[in-house]
């Protein structure tokens, strides 16, 4: 670099020092220097570090074993990064200056100049040190030490960290997050970093909402600490530029030396846009310390706003009543031959899927996501359940202590995040006691965030704000339940169905732990069925069916993870994506039946799978549509209309195929055409084809990542969905070859020859530090090569510091704000219980109508006395009865319901992974409702679930009573809408 191009960036970085009043913040991410190995004085500032790998953070130091490797087999050991950066003694002067680390895996000990700054062990969260006495005027150098190993114990109890698991967090060892430099004055604002630092930065919230004037009451709080040699006054404020806002405190604050304060301004703000589902609305917020009329200190808070309640089992957002849908998934967020580490634009595009999918929650699995996921999400609307870090249990002594720490840590530095509506306190029920005390933690560090604070079951905690099972359906008019794990079926891409290549049979695959593991060896088809099946459950369930309502669950997971498995691959394939964000059908699925906030608001129509296939196939043809009815032509003949069933899966059976198309029409209650979609028979492969997918123009910053699609097309352009032919690449220009992933030996990591599935994958490609064209070629066989080229620009930096730049922003869809209308219908009258009597253990009756889930009423195991009464508040005629059984998914109930005396339901209730509703043929209004066993109960198991770790997570209590015991857990009763 020339001379004058390195004035140039200095210029620009002191510009932007005297810009931002007095504090600067650094991007340190840039020219690390690594090492696997553990050399003796490696944090020495002289130590020789010439020959070590010149790399950009955020970097795993063992990345290459990103889906190469099962989880269990991730290497471990001690790796060292190094940082060479020079300070001037203008930036020192009466200056503090603090390290920022989002997080490393697992241990990091940190020197500086070669002296010893600290130790983070948690390798979850964020972590700072106050480096002031250790830099110089000139060169420094700052080393870290890592240690992943699975079994790492705190070095001053020697305890484990329980989230340390070799089932579900993928470890990507190093510093695998954003490294920042802050230098301020030495009265200023704290940092959000609570561990070694013992701060809590700046926070900002609203009150005194007005959704419908676009209003609310804006509040800055910020930690302000005086370091000088004297006692100092100062005028704090707050500004918003974007809405034309400036307050400050009613009067200055005079500091002592040595102390800490919260100061504090509020305005009222109209014209705002609050964040919502998929309208990632965002403000800037500047808070300042004035000291005699001059700024000393800025600091910008980037937030949102939003309304959020959590009451009558139901999840409200800016006042209207949101049903969750959306994914649990694995905190890492992976990507092959990369693992967690990659850009932000990167982020916002797989988050941005998940939107796109009609998500609206992720419920981050067992640990907290770095920073970078809670921002991408606040971009793109995506709401977000923040957990500590658990494992599968609740725990006592230091490990619990070790989670409060993790999460008071998590709330500090994320309580600005819009996005995040939930505080998880465990992957698992914890007590009432522990449960108290994370609330305690949210209620001192975040108290009017407008989140709730739970934990996964708490079915009846009186102190969660809300709960739910991993995989059942629960309900409740208190507080809000969502599943947070359900539909674990897995499927690979690449499988179709059994008639198309590579005629994989459904179900086909090795045992798990000596089990059937059909439902983890799916083909796409069945896979996407799963889906529908499993969310309808939820759906069914949903707000305007009752009082008591589910509020809908999330679905593990979204993307292929690189964690535990029970198919036949070495990594997990649940994901609606694979593991390049390349859809399957079950992504399509989820559009469809989630595309509104409880009822469906936008009607679409998908078609399962794709239409070329051999002469005289004949198969089933699955759409999944939020019409009312679906009629199937092909080459524009008429098949008629579907059986439909789990309300959105319309099925043809025994499609005979022609080449063409197939075109699926979707109609109203009243015949309508109101939605449709096709499939067309591509001909044959003839050419391949790359595309771009993300950003226009990569960053030389050597952590960029361009994303490029390949295709095989036939001579129209269409992609050939049956193509599996293996593709060589070959690059040209300052980047680096990450590759993709395929079936195949070593699932392809890194490898330059790939094949596509279903007639496309994709490729990773990492810029250097070198700016300039990058070509990738592409050629298979006797198709039509292809080629790319794209280009990467200088990123400015000057002595080892670059600035903090704006995220690159990408195309994603926006939602628009809240809509005014309700989400939901009401569609049928719930009748309130007065009392019931039974013919045995009448004791317990009450507890079959009392909205807690982990009480019941069961019988003797006689069926004379197998029956219970209920006193209905009021005469109804009743159309239905909805039930929770015991045994739920293992017990079929034969049962008998009648009004009166009179008889208006017969029949056996069916298996369900929560609540069955059966259809009542009420022909007069009546007050007494009684429900009789009349036979044997019949216990098998209907659903191919397996747990991994705990068999208590999966119980229904199915073992309890024998075949002649009627038990209810709960009983609601209805009538049709008058």
């Given at each position: 670099?020339?001379?004058a191009?390195?004035?140039?960036?200095?210029?620009?970085?002191?510009?932007?020092h005297s810009?931002?009043?007095?504090?600067?913040s650094y991007n340190?991410n840039l020219?690390?220097?690594?090492?696997?190995?553990?050399p003796a004085?490696?944090?020495?500032?002289?130590f020789?570090d010439?020959?070590?790998?010149?790399?950009?953070?955020?970097?795993a130091?063992?990345e290459?074993?990103?889906f190469?490797?099962d989880?269990?087999?991730h290497s471990?050991?001690?790796?060292?990064y190094?940082?060479?950066?020079?300070?001037?003694?203008?930036?020192?002067k009466?200056?503090?200056?603090f390290?920022?680390f989002?997080?490393?895996r697992?241990?990091?000990?940190?020197?500086i100049n070669g002296k010893?700054?600290?130790?983070?062990e948690?390798g979850?969260?964020?972590?700072?040190?106050?480096?002031?006495p250790?830099?110089?005027?000139g060169?420094?150098?700052?080393?870290?030490?890592?240690?992943?190993?699975?079994?790492?114990?705190?070095?001053a109890t020697?305890q484990?960290?329980?989230?340390?698991?070799k089932?579900?967090?993928?470890?990507y060892g190093g510093?695998?997050?954003n490294v920042?430099?802050?230098?301020?004055g030495?009265?200023?604002?704290?940092?959000?970093l609570?561990?070694?630092?013992?701060?809590?930065?700046v926070?900002?919230?609203?009150t005194?909402?007005d959704?419908?004037s676009?209003?609310?009451?804006?509040h800055?709080?910020s930690?302000?600490?005086?370091e000088?040699?004297g006692t100092?006054t100062f005028?704090?404020?707050?500004e918003?530029p974007?809405?034309g806002?400036?307050?400050?405190?009613?009067v200055?604050?005079?500091?002592?030396?040595?102390?800490?304060a919260i100061v504090?301004a509020?305005?009222?703000?109209?014209?705002?846009d609050f964040?919502s589902?998929?309208h990632?609305t965002?403000y800037?917020?500047r808070t300042?310390?004035l000291?005699?009329?001059?700024?000393?200190?800025t600091?910008?808070?980037r937030?949102?706003?939003?309304k959020t309640e959590f009451a009558?089992?139901m999840v409200k957002?800016n006042d209207?009543?949101?049903?969750?849908?959306?994914?649990a998934q694995r905190?890492?967020n992976?990507?092959?031959?990369?693992g967690a580490?990659v850009?932000?634009w990167?982020?916002?595009?797989s988050?941005?899927?998940?939107v796109?999918?009609g998500g609206?929650?992720v419920?981050?699995?067992?640990?907290?996501p770095w920073?970078?996921?809670?921002?991408?999400c606040?971009r793109?609307?995506?709401?977000?359940a923040?957990p500590a870090?658990?494992?599968e249990?609740?725990?006592?002594?230091?490990r619990?202590?070790q989670?409060?720490?993790i999460?008071?840590?998590?709330?500090?530095?994320?309580?600005?995040?819009p996005s995040?509506?939930?505080y998880e306190s465990?992957?698992?029920g914890v007590?009432?006691?522990h449960m108290?005390?994370m609330?305690?933690?949210?209620?001192?560090?975040?108290p009017h965030?407008?989140r709730?604070?739970?934990?996964?079951?708490m079915?009846?905690?009186?102190?969660?704000?809300?709960?739910g099972?991993?995989?059942?359906i629960?309900?409740?008019?208190?507080i809000p339940f969502?599943?947070m794990e359900?539909?674990r079926?897995?499927?690979l891409?690449?499988?179709?169905d059994?008639?198309?290549?590579p005629f994989?049979?459904d179900g086909?695959?090795p045992?798990?732990?000596?089990?059937?593991?059909s439902?983890y060896?799916r083909?796409r088809?069945s896979?996407?069925i799963e889906?529908v099946?499993?969310w309808?459950?939820?759906w069914?369930e949903?707000?305007g069916?009752?009082?008591r309502?589910?509020?809908?669950?999330?679905?593990?997971?979204?993307?292929d993870?690189?964690?535990?498995?029970r198919?036949?691959?070495?990594?997990?394939?649940?994901?609606?994506v694979d593991?390049m964000?390349?859809?399957?059908d079950g992504f399509?699925?989820?559009?469809?039946?989630?595309?509104?906030?409880?009822?469906v608001?936008n009607?679409?129509?998908?078609?399962?799978?794709?239409?070329?296939?051999?002469?005289g196939?004949?198969?089933?043809?699955h759409?999944?549509s939020?019409?009312?009815?679906?009629?199937?032509?092909?080459n524009?003949k008429s098949?008629?209309?579907?059986?439909?069933?789990?309300?959105?899966?319309?099925t043809?059976?025994n499609v005979t195929w022609?080449?063409?198309?197939l075109r699926?029409?979707?109609?109203d209650a009243n015949?309508?055409?109101?939605t449709?979609t096709?499939l067309?028979?591509t001909?044959?492969p003839?050419a391949?084809?790359?595309?771009n997918?993300?950003?226009e123009?990569?960053?030389?910053?050597?952590h960029?990542?361009l994303?490029?699609?390949v295709?095989?097309?036939d001579?129209?352009?269409?992609r050939c969905?049956?193509a599996l032919?293996?593709?060589?690449f070959?690059?040209e220009?300052?980047a680096?070859w990450?590759?993709g992933i395929?079936q195949?030996?070593?699932?392809?990591i890194?490898a330059?020859?790939l094949?596509?599935e279903?007639?496309?994958?994709?490729?990773?490609v990492?810029?250097?530090?070198?700016?300039g064209?990058?070509?990738?070629?592409a050629?298979s066989g006797?198709?039509?090569?292809?080629?790319?080229t794209l280009?990467?620009?200088?990123v400015a930096s000057?002595?080892?510091?670059?600035?903090?730049?704006p995220?690159?922003?990408?195309?994603?869809?926006?939602?628009?704000?809240?809509?005014?209308?309700p989400?939901?219908?009401?569609?049928?009258?719930?009748?309130e219980i007065?009392?019931?009597?039974?013919?045995?253990?009448?004791?317990?009756?009450?507890k079959?109508?009392d909205?807690?889930?982990?009480?019941?009423?069961?019988?003797?195991?006689?069926?004379a006395?197998?029956?219970i009464?209920?006193t209905l508040a009021?005469s109804?005629l009743?159309?239905?009865?909805t039930?929770?059984?015991?045994?739920?998914?293992?017990?079929s109930?034969?049962v008998?319901?009648t009004l009166d005396?009179n008889?208006?339901f017969?029949?056996?209730?069916?298996?369900?992974l929560?609540?069955?509703?059966?259809?009542l043929?009420?022909?007069?209004a009546g007050?007494?409702?009684?429900?009789?066993?009349i036979?044997?109960?019949?216990a098998?198991?209907?659903f191919?679930?397996?747990e991994?770790?705990?068999k208590e997570?999966?119980?229904?209590?199915?073992?309890?009573?024998?075949?002649?015991?009627?038990?209810i857990?709960?009983?609601e009763f209805?009538?049709?809408?008058?």
């Open positions: 670099m020339s001379p191009r390195i004035l140039c960036i200095i210029a620009g970085l002191l510009f932007t810009a931002f009043a007095g504090r600067e340190l020219d690390w220097l690594l090492h696997v190995g553990d004085d490696a944090g020495a500032k002289r020789d010439s020959r070590w790998k010149l790399v950009t953070l955020p970097r130091w063992n290459d074993d990103a190469r490797k989880i269990k087999d471990t050991g001690i790796a060292w190094r940082k060479h950066f020079t300070l001037t003694a203008g930036q020192l009466d200056a503090k200056v390290i920022e989002e997080g490393v697992q241990a990091a000990e940190v020197y010893r700054a600290g130790l983070s948690n979850v969260m964020s972590f700072g040190f106050d480096i002031t250790h830099v110089v005027a060169g420094n150098v700052v080393a870290v030490r890592t240690d992943n190993a699975w079994d790492y114990r705190e070095k020697r484990r960290y329980q989230w340390a698991d089932n579900f967090n993928a470890n510093i695998t997050k920042r430099l802050h230098v301020t030495k009265l200023y604002q704290t940092l959000p609570y561990s070694n630092l013992q701060t809590t930065g926070y900002i919230y609203a005194d909402f959704i419908a676009h209003a609310a009451t804006i800055a709080e930690e302000v600490r005086n000088t040699g100092q005028l704090y404020t707050m918003i974007a809405l806002l400036k307050a400050s405190a009613s200055p604050t005079t500091l002592a030396r040595g102390k800490t504090k509020s305005v009222r703000a109209a014209n705002i964040w589902w998929g990632g965002l800037d917020v300042t310390l000291v005699d009329g001059k700024p000393s200190d600091v910008i808070t937030t949102g706003f939003r009558n089992g957002l209207r009543v949101i049903q969750m849908h959306g994914y905190t890492s992976e990507w092959p031959a990369i580490s850009p932000a990167l982020s916002d595009y988050n941005g899927l998940m796109a999918s609206n929650l419920r981050w699995m067992h640990i907290t920073k970078q996921d809670v921002e991408s606040d793109v609307g995506l709401i977000q923040m870090g658990d494992s249990k609740d725990v006592g002594g230091r619990w202590e989670r409060l720490e999460m008071r840590d998590a709330i500090i530095y994320n309580r600005n995040n995040i509506l939930f465990g992957n698992n007590s009432e006691e108290t005390q609330k305690t933690l949210r209620d001192k560090y975040d965030g407008g709730a604070s739970g934990s996964r079951d079915l009846n905690s009186r102190v969660a704000e809300y709960g099972h991993m995989l059942y629960n309900k409740s008019a208190r969502w599943a359900y539909s079926d897995e499927g891409r690449k499988y179709w059994e008639f198309s290549p994989h049979k086909d695959g045992l798990h732990n000596g089990q059937n593991a439902s060896n083909n088809d896979h996407a889906n099946v499993r309808h459950d939820y069914r949903r707000p069916t009752g009082k309502v589910s509020s809908g669950g999330v679905n593990i997971v979204f993307s993870s690189n964690t535990h498995h198919g036949a691959e070495n990594y997990r394939r649940s994901g609606e593991a964000r390349i859809p399957k399509f699925a989820h559009q469809v039946m989630w595309d509104g906030w409880v009822d608001e009607i679409r129509t998908h078609i399962i799978g794709h239409w070329n296939y051999a002469p196939t004949v198969k089933a043809v759409v999944v939020s019409a009312e009815a679906v009629e199937l032509f092909l524009g098949l008629g209309r579907s059986a439909q069933s789990s309300r959105f899966l319309h043809f059976e022609q080449a063409g198309e699926a029409v979707g109609y015949g309508t055409k109101i449709e096709a067309l028979t001909g044959a003839a391949l084809r790359l595309k997918i993300g950003k123009t990569y960053k030389a910053d050597g960029d990542l994303l490029v699609e295709e095989v097309i001579s129209e352009g269409r969905p049956t032919d293996l593709v060589e070959a690059l220009g300052p680096e990450r590759g395929a195949g030996p070593g699932n392809y890194l330059k020859k094949p596509v279903c007639g496309v994958n994709r490729v990773l990492r810029t250097t530090r070198e700016p064209a990058i070509t990738l070629r050629k006797s198709l039509k090569p292809a080629a790319l280009k990467s620009v200088e000057a002595n080892g510091l670059a600035p903090v730049a995220v690159d922003t990408i195309a994603i869809a926006d939602r628009g704000p809240t809509p005014v209308m989400s939901y219908k009401i569609t049928r009258t719930p009748i007065s009392s019931a009597r039974a013919g045995s253990n009448e004791i317990d009756a009450a079959s109508f909205d807690d889930e982990t009480t019941s009423w069961a019988s003797s195991n006689d069926k006395s197998a029956w009464e209920y009021r109804a009743l159309s239905e009865v039930l929770k059984l015991t045994g739920w998914r293992q017990r109930y034969p008998r319901v005396g008889e208006v017969r029949g056996l209730t069916a298996k369900n929560g609540y069955v509703t059966l259809p043929s009420a022909r007069a007050t007494l409702a009684r429900i009789e066993l036979g044997d109960s019949e098998r198991d209907a191919a679930i397996t991994v770790a705990n997570n999966a119980s229904t209590g199915a073992g309890h009573g024998g075949s002649a015991t009627l038990s857990i709960e009983v209805y009538e049709r809408l008058k």
